[in-house]
């Protein structure tokens, strides 16, 4: 049986890949696509993780979304006050169990994490996501009253969150998240960092909190969503798909030459804040 001291010298050596084949081995657990079950095996993006954390407000709950083998659990452990730990792969969610079953502040919870974390309090996030929930999570990230997160996502998706509008990848996720954090940007991993190798670079994001959501949060994340598939319509003809007639004829005279994709954040927000309120 493997051991939490076995895990953080293996760190200390740069040896993550060997011992990540003989976890996965000895619990007969192969790596799922589908999943996104692609382990870190690169020290330096541990290190990296505790180096932001530090940093930050660890004295609240902590949230890491895919407790894995619990590299990342174990590394952060004596600097958070309290971990909780959410992996959906019950076999690896026994084996995380069973070797921090000593560790008094990480609780583990098998599940899905984005159904976990709407009744859960914290406040920050950490872990690699992978892409097939990294727009829920961020919508439950911004719902949440999470103050920050530290999160590793495929090279494109942060390109997307960063974007700019007029960017061809300007869209819903890169509103929301602009809207409510301001974000700085880690290191870049290539694909060899990771067991099995994915086939993309994978970079670290830093999400600090600067507005509360409010209580259209979910309304307005339907609108974004339904607004940014008409992206490059004109602004009142993507309006009256989105929220009908009456929308498009509420639009302010000097928006109604614009294009979705080329609106900033806020005046998307204020747009849609208008209109509710004549709606209402």
Not at 203 to 222: A, G, L, W
Not at 242 to 265: M, Q, S, T, W
Request: glycine fraction near 6%; proline fraction near 5%; aromatic fraction near 8%.
């Amino acid at each position: 049986m493997f051991s939490t001291e076995d895990i953080l010298e293996s760190i200390e050596r740069n040896n993550l890949r060997s011992i990540t084949r003989e976890i996965l081995k000895e619990l007969g657990v192969k790596p799922l696509k589908r999943r996104g079950q692609n382990f870190t095996v690169d020290p330096r993006l541990l290190k990296e993780f505790r180096e932001i954390v530090s940093r930050l407000n660890c004295s609240s709950p902590v949230v890491e979304v895919g407790s894995g083998l619990g590299y990342l659990t174990i590394y952060l452990s004596d600097i958070c006050e309290r971990i909780i730990s959410i992996e959906v792969d019950p076999r690896l969610c026994r084996f995380v169990k069973e070797i921090l079953r000593e560790k008094s502040n990480i609780e583990i919870l098998c599940g899905d994490a984005i159904e976990i974390i709407k009744d859960l309090d914290f406040r920050g996030l950490v872990g690699t996501i992978p892409y097939s929930i990294t727009g829920p999570l961020i919508g439950s990230l911004t719902r949440s009253r999470a103050s920050w997160a530290v999160i590793a996502l495929q090279k494109d998706v942060v390109d997307r969150i960063i974007s700019r509008p007029g960017d061809k990848r300007y869209g819903s996720v890169s509103v929301i998240s602009r809207l409510y954090f301001d974000i700085d940007l880690g290191g870049i991993y290539p694909p060899n960092s990771f067991y099995p190798e994915p086939e993309v670079f994978t970079q670290v994001i830093i999400m600090r909190r600067k507005n509360e959501p409010e209580e259209f949060i979910d309304s307005f994340e339907r609108f974004l969503k339904c607004l940014f598939s008409q992206r490059r319509k004109l602004l009142p003809k993507a309006l009256k798909i989105c929220l009908g007639k009456y929308a498009e004829e509420k639009i302010p005279d000097h928006f109604k030459n614009e294009r979705v994709y080329r609106l900033e954040p806020e005046e998307i927000k204020l747009i849609f804040l208008e209109i509710m309120k004549d709606k209402g």
